[in-house]
């Protein structure tokens, strides 16, 4: 499957990218938005999700989403393995996808993380029939 290998490849990509430091601005960063956004209590859309992915990026949360997305595309890439890495990756493209979609007010993330999460999901419909023997068992006679 084409469409497997090539989510897993970029998810190996945006995984490993959250690993790679970012170069430091060429101006002083202006706080000044952000102060006066907590004092008079107004938060914007624009500023919330700055604000959100900075302390995500301060905890460690966006380096533990790295080693799941590179895990996930590794599991994807190996064809025993991909429903595996699929149903790992469902869960933190749901919640890439819901992060955008409630905190960031541009369109063409939300299609392109909506496009991730529709792939995602189409991949894991493939595998119906297994998840179905999986997932629903008939019970025993004896």
């Known amino acids: 499957m084409l469409a497997a290998m090539?989510?897993?490849?970029f998810f190996i990509y945006a995984?490993?990218?959250?690993?790679?430091?970012?170069?430091?601005?060429?101006?002083?960063?202006?706080?000044?938005?952000?102060?006066?956004?907590f004092e008079k209590?107004?938060?914007?859309?624009?500023l919330t999700f700055r604000?959100?992915?900075?302390?995500?990026?301060v905890s460690g949360f966006l380096k533990m989403?790295?080693?799941?997305?590179?895990?996930?595309?590794?599991?994807?890439?190996?064809?025993?393995?991909?429903?595996?890495g699929l149903l790992m990756l469902l869960p933190v493209v749901v919640n890439v996808f819901c992060f955008h979609f409630f905190m960031d007010n541009q369109v063409h993330e939300n299609v392109e993380t909506g496009a991730y999460l529709l792939g995602t999901i189409l991949l894991i419909a493939y595998y119906y029939k297994i998840l179905?023997?999986?997932?629903?068992?008939?019970?025993?006679?004896?």
């Open 6 to 9: 090539a989510l897993g490849i």
């Open 15 to 37: 995984g490993s990218q959250k690993f790679i430091p970012k170069p430091a601005p060429a101006q002083p960063v202006d706080n000044s938005a952000y102060i006066q956004a």
């Open 41 to 46: 209590n107004e938060f914007e859309s624009p």
């Open 51 to 57: 604000m959100s992915v900075k302390a995500l990026k």
């Open 65 to 84: 989403v790295g080693v799941l997305q590179i895990l996930s595309g590794i599991l994807i890439l190996i064809p025993v393995t991909r429903l595996i």
């Open 132 to 142: 179905k023997s999986l997932l629903i068992r008939k019970p025993y006679s004896l």
